[in-house]
């Protein structure tokens, strides 16, 4: 069987305009439709992402390990720590679980398909700065006239479910059919 890349779709946007509620709805939709998902999401907030307490893969990092990995029913956690990863290299990383699509919350500066979120005014610069947007959802009605005027993609008030619809159907889209991957 030949390997295949899965669809990478972003789903980007300032802190607090909807980010992980829309990629979670995004997620249960994938997966009704028995599509394998799995997500990476950017620490944007400066400093480091919160572990859990002083477990003992805590306790081995903390003495010196580059990385941890802890398992138990079924259950597959990885920490790491000394090193600062890119998003290329986490992709490859979650390849190894064979997704049919791999979400990426953040990352707004890189080139992959996604679905910008402008929650209000002072988000609108996104639109001319972040590249390979396919749709965008707002948060405000009078953001989609300004939103139109600069970008020719589908938009959707942040309440409108078919915005998920849409993305679910883009992404399902690119996902190569079971005859194509064998």
């Known amino acids: 069987m030949a390997l295949v890349r899965p669809v ?4 980007v946007g300032y802190q607090n305009s909807g980010k992980t509620t829309i990629t979670s709805k995004l997620i249960e939709t994938l997966t009704i439709q028995g599509l394998k998902t799995v997500t990476i999401k950017h620490h944007g907030h400066g400093g480091r992402p919160d572990v859990a307490g002083q477990k003992d893969s805590t306790k081995h990092l903390s003495a010196g390990a580059v990385a941890s990995l802890v398992e138990g029913g079924g259950r597959l956690i990885l920490h790491a720590e000394q090193c600062e990863y890119g998003l290329n290299e ?4 979650m390849q190894f679980f064979h997704p049919d699509v791999i979400l990426v ?5 890189e080139g992959y398909p996604k679905l910008l979120l402008i929650s209000d005014k002072q988000d609108l610069p996104l639109v001319d700065q972040v590249n390979n947007v396919q749709a965008v959802v707002y948060w405000k009605e009078e953001m989609n006239v300004l939103i139109y ?4 993609v ?3 008030h942040i309440s409108d479910e078919a915005a998920i619809g849409w993305a679910v159907e883009f992404i399902e889209k690119l996902v190569p ?6």
């Not at 005027?149 to 020719?152: E, F, P, T, V, Y």
């Open 90 to 93: 986490q992709i490859e990383l």
């Open 8 to 11: 990478i779709f972003q789903v």
């Open 154 to 156: 589908p938009s959707f």
């Open 177 to 182: 059919k079971m005859d194509e991957k064998e």
């Open 149 to 152: 005027s600069k970008l020719d």
């Open 105 to 109: 919350e953040g990352y707004k500066w």
